[in-house]
Structures are given as C-alpha cells and as structure tokens.
C-alpha cells in the first residue's frame, strides 16, 4: 500500500509541489493557463490523439526500466498468425492493478509490441478519463498515444 501511494499520486504531487516553488511567482498564472488549455484541449482534442505520438518518447531507456521491474511479456498464441493493419485489435492485460504500469508499457516501444506484431500500428491503450486531468501524467499518455 505504502509503495503504491509513494510511486503514484504522491509522486505527481510531489512534482507539482516542486514546479509550483520553483516557479512561484508565475505559478498561479502559469497553473490557470495550464488549466484553462488542459479543459480546452479535452474538448476539442479526438481520442486518441495519434498526431501526438512522440516516438522518441516511446524509445526512451527509462521504459526498458519500468519494463523489468514490472514484469511483463507479450506471447503470441499462433506464431503464424496474420494480423491486417486496417482493421481493429483488442489486446487485453490483467492483472491491470491501479497504476495500470505494465498496461501502459505496452504502449512504449519497450515491451515488445512493435517486433511482435510488425504490421499494426503503436498501440493505443485506453484508460479513464480522469488521467487526463493529472498535470504531466495527461501529457505524458498522449506522447504515448493513449
């Protein structure tokens, strides 16, 4: 429980907290700004948004990390399975716990998605809604293409 709150909500808080005294006297303006482009963008933006699938996001070594530590693997029941990329996919993932950690790193280039299944495109993993209301954490799912 303890290392759940410490690696999710407070850890956003804590980086909130910490750009908000760094950046204190701009802070209220810059965080209604924020807010305001935040509610206008879910508004107008469609889901999921692929015009903001950073690749270079998807290819950063710290998703390799966050990979081994939350262990998990993509199989392929039929080796010789013929995937059209102009169709759609559901690819399911459980246990997916409150963070959703290994559901979103089947979203980076990291977990193996890519080599596996070469004909689809990036992968685009649904969450709730409220994700995109969490500073940095929306931005960071949308370079993920979530």
């Excluded at 990979?67 to 759609?88: I, V």
């Excluded at 690819?91 to 089947?106: D, E, I, L, R």
């Amino acid at each position: 429980l303890y290392c759940n709150l410490l690696t999710g909500p407070l850890l956003v808080l804590a980086t909130v907290a910490l750009l908000w005294w760094l950046l204190r006297p701009l802070s209220p303006y810059l965080f209604a700004l924020y807010c305001a482009w935040v509610y206008y963008d879910n508004k107008t933006r469609p889901n999921p948004s692929t015009d903001r699938l950073s690749p270079g996001w998807r290819d950063a070594s710290i998703w390799r990390l966050m990979r081994d530590y939350f262990p998990m693997r993509h199989t392929l029941a039929h080796p010789d399975a013929k995937f059209d990329a102009s169709r759609s996919y559901l690819f399911c993932y459980h246990p997916h716990g409150v963070q959703s950690s290994g559901a979103f790193s089947m979203s980076t280039a990291a977990s193996g998605f890519d080599e596996l299944f070469p004909a689809l495109p990036p992968t685009s993993v649904q969450t709730l809604t409220m994700n995109f209301y969490l500073p940095m954490t929306r931005e960071n799912l949308m370079a993920m293409n979530c």
